[in-house]
């Protein structure tokens, strides 16, 4: 069975910064490439970050290039996203999905057979 754990969210004032991660079991991770979307409420899943299998390859969205890094260990199963510089406007549920598409234009495409945990709430406070 395919758990993906994600954790590292809390609250933080605007400029700060926080370090998410994500957790495999189940699964190979170096099999797939992997993203970070998220959701705040009342609005639109948004595709954050996304890195092919072999981590060469990264996408951003607009609304957070320059500021969020995202990284991959896949001898751990491991994803993180490193996000300075937050702005209010960051304040949503963050999740990391597995078995996803990376794309330029959209970030990512997630697909029915993707994975993704619970998600980790990232508050900013002004």
């Known amino acids: 069975q395919v758990q993906v754990v994600e954790s590292g969210g809390g609250l933080v004032q605007a400029g700060g910064s926080l370090r998410l991660s994500c957790t495999a079991s189940?699964?190979?991770?170096?099999?797939?490439?992997w993203g970070w979307f998220r959701q705040a409420p009342g609005k639109e899943r948004e595709g954050v970050s996304c890195?092919?299998?072999?981590?060469?390859?990264?996408t951003y969205a607009d609304s957070v290039k320059g500021r969020f890094t995202i990284t991959r260990d896949n001898a751990k199963n491991t994803l993180f996203l490193q996000m300075n510089s937050l702005k209010p406007e960051d304040t949503a549920m963050y999740y990391c999905?597995?078995?996803?598409?990376?794309?330029?234009?959209?970030?990512?495409?997630?697909?029915?057979?993707?994975?993704w945990g619970q998600g980790t709430q990232v508050t900013v406070s002004s």
């Open positions: 890195i092919s299998r072999s981590g060469w390859s990264t």
């Open positions: 189940g699964l190979r991770s170096g099999g797939y490439a």
């Open positions: 999905a597995a078995n996803v598409a990376c794309d330029a234009t959209v970030v990512l495409t997630i697909f029915s057979n993707s994975y």
